[in-house]
Nanobody, 126 residues
Framework: HVQLVESGGGSVQAEGSLRLSCEASGYTYNRNCMAWFRQAPGKEREGVACIGRDGITMYSDSVKGRFTISQDNAKNTVYLQMVSLTPEDTAMYTC?????????????????????WGQGTQVTVS
């Protein structure tokens, strides 16, 4: 089975920082893409950041310049470093993976493109 497990969420004050981790098992990151999504109660799921097979990254406008996605291929782990957090960043953050992503795009912010999902980790900013 391909499994994703997130960690690193918690409660922080505004302007604080958190680093989320997503550990993947069942496959390696070559020829795949990984992404972070978030969803607050009553709101649509939002693509936050993604990283493609060549290490190319993309970010939503709302987090660009504040969040950084990275990966450690040896550990099959993707990270989301978040700084300058605001209450608007409060959400459940979920990791997604698509091992067979074949688009010419580096990665995708469309959740329909991803096959595997973690359980999520809560981030609360006050």
């Amino acid at each position: 089975h391909v499994q994703l497990v997130e960690s690193g969420g918690g409660s922080v004050q505004a302007e604080g920082s958190l680093r989320l981790s997503c550990e993947a098992s069942g496959y390696t990151y070559n020829r795949n893409c990984m992404a972070w999504f978030r969803q607050a109660p009553g709101k649509e799921r939002e693509g936050v950041a993604c990283i493609g097979r060549d290490g190319i990254t993309m970010y939503s406008d709302s987090v660009k310049g504040r969040f950084t996605i990275s990966q450690d291929n040896a550990k099959n782990t993707v990270y989301l470093q978040m700084v300058s957090l605001t209450p608007e960043d409060t959400a459940m953050y979920t990791c997604a993976a698509e091992p067979s992503y074949s688009s010419a795009r580096a990665c995708d912010d469309d959740p329909d493109e991803y096959t595997y999902w973690g359980q999520g980790t809560q981030v609360t900013v006050s």
